[in-house]
């Protein structure tokens, strides 16, 4: 039986609608709320102004490619008059981090790009416990003598903690505070990469960053390649024959130096790794590397047969502190390339094969006390050397890289420096720029704004003003089609969450 439709089966679609003003206003109203409630609880945009944070987040900035030995890199322009379109001055001179030519720009029309715009996540630190700060997070918070500006910076201390800051690295309640290997990775500076070796032409390609030690023949005493992107060695004895990395030609490169800020702090970094692709060609001998620092020798040995050792020696005595093996493994095939990355940070040696971590010190094998390293301050650069013998092999991708190396400026840092640990207390985080030398942080603010209580203590972010964590560059600096930065389009490939 066919029945009759009713009332309520008639598609309302089909019934036409009067428009009505106050609906408009009801949209638009509530989409606003939406937005203002996204924006005040969930993710806000910011726009990075100055280079504290460079090169994990930059701000206004300019990149160059230098001409002797094509490195790209990104320098901070010099604030000055409106001359240059963008209203910034770009400094008369810049020096390519890796081969440190002084690259002249007197005169040059150089278009620089905004700052990187990020997403802020507010929930997180919203809900707490769990989703709150944590130490090296990246967060957004109000200027303590501004409430109308905001900084980002890195978080390093957290309520009642002690914070020291000795010989480039961070001390918690006198224990060193290692960076997660997420963040440690976007915190290596380069020093130097043989793939990008400087034309001879150039004034900084007439010297080997590589060196032979105690060659007497033409050949670099079996090591060769040195002006070439693959490095080669061809012994095989039983001699062993050593390459250092810039022993007395390149006095800066043990020096923190930062091509952003278009110089170094003067401060001798500690931590670094080496970095290349082995590949064994005959023998079965043993390559070795070696990084010498603060009374200590750090060595990685791998041997044809599969053998891998890590060694922790006093480096004035040659006595072993450590000594570390990883289980026999198969011996390593001939000309198949071996990605090797051996390093000391954060007082911590290891060595990495093909991408995995097969060996390192833990603090019961190898530890130095804030005490001791304040007695003996790090005076001597690190020493950087390669090892070979009865064995022939090749280097590709050969570079060297340092960690970043957190300093105190004598008459403008005033806490946390090495013999004045600062405490924390309830509610109160410390915070640095990555960009340390060039940071205005919590080793140095001195100015509290109306907006804080009479016991806030200069130094210090207290939790009410942090807004978040910043956890996306959605937008970074522009790309300049033109030299007066007329013309630009995003930088897409520089896309990137923050660590």
């Excluded at 401060?267 to 079965?284: K, M, P």
């Excluded at 971590?357 to 005490?371: C, F, G, K, R």
Aim: hydrophobic content about 40%; glycine content about 8%; overall charge negative.
């Amino acid at each position: 039986m066919n029945l009759p439709p009713s009332a309520c089966d008639e598609p309302t679609a089909a019934r036409p609608s009067a428009f009505r003003p106050a609906d408009v206003v009801q949209t638009v109203l509530t989409g606003l709320i939406l937005a203002f409630v996204f924006r005040d609880f969930l993710v806000e945009p910011f726009i990075i102004p100055t280079g504290s944070m460079a090169d994990t987040l930059l701000g206004a900035h300019a990149t160059r490619v230098c001409p002797a030995c094509g490195w790209e890199f990104d320098v901070g322009p010099l604030r000055g008059t409106a001359s240059v379109p963008a209203g910034f001055l770009v400094p008369p001179e810049v020096v390519c981090p890796n081969c440190r030519l002084t690259i002249e720009l007197a005169g040059e029309l150089v278009a620089t790009k905004a700052g990187d715009r990020l997403l802020v996540h507010k929930w997180p630190y919203v809900l707490g416990g769990p989703f709150g700060p944590r130490r090296w997070d990246v967060i957004v918070f109000r200027d303590p003598s501004d409430a109308t500006q905001h900084y980002v910076k890195r978080l390093i201390g957290l309520p009642g903690e002690t914070i020291e800051l000795v010989d480039g690295d961070v001390f918690v309640n006198g224990r060193i505070a290692r960076k997660p290997p997420e963040v440690q990775r976007v915190l290596w500076f380069p020093v130097f990469d043989q793939a990008h070796l400087p034309d001879p032409a150039a004034t900084s390609g007439r010297w080997a960053r590589w060196v032979p030690e105690g060659a007497s023949d033409a050949d670099g005493a079996g090591w060769s390649g040195l002006d070439t992107r693959v490095v080669r060695y061809d012994g095989l004895d039983d001699a062993p024959r050593a390459l250092a990395f810039a022993p007395d030609t390149a006095r800066e490169y043990p020096l923190d130096f930062y091509a952003h800020n278009r110089r170094s702090s003067g401060a001798l970094f500690g931590d670094a790794r080496i970095l290349c692709e082995l590949v064994l060609h005959a023998g079965d001998g043993t390559c070795r590397w070696e990084l010498a620092r603060a009374g200590r020798l750090f060595r990685a040995e791998l041997r044809r047969d599969g053998r891998l050792e890590l060694t922790v020696l006093d480096a004035q005595t040659g006595t072993g502190l450590a000594r570390l093996a990883a289980p026999p493994g198969s011996p390593y095939a001939l000309k198949r390339p071996i990605a090797v990355e051996f390093g000391h940070v954060d007082q911590r040696a290891y060595l990495r094969i093909d991408g995995r971590e097969v060996l390192a010190t833990t603090d019961a094998e190898y530890s130095v006390s804030p005490d001791e390293l304040r007695a003996a301050p790090t005076a001597r650069p690190v020493e950087l050397r390669i090892v070979a013998h009865n064995v022939r092999l090749e280097f590709r991708q050969l570079r060297v890289e340092r960690d970043l190396h957190y300093t105190c400026h004598a008459g403008r840092a005033r806490r946390a420096c090495a013999g004045e640990p600062f405490a924390l207390r309830a509610g109160e985080y410390f915070v640095l720029g990555d960009n340390s030398p060039d940071s205005h942080d919590s080793r140095e603010w001195t100015e509290a704004g109306v907006h804080l209580p009479a016991d806030y203590r200069p130094g210090t972010v207290r939790e009410d003003q942090i807004v978040g964590a910043a956890a996306f560059v959605y937008l970074p600096g522009l790309l300049p089609l033109d030299a007066g930065g007329r013309l630009a389009v995003p930088d897409v490939g520089r896309t990137r969450l923050v660590r």
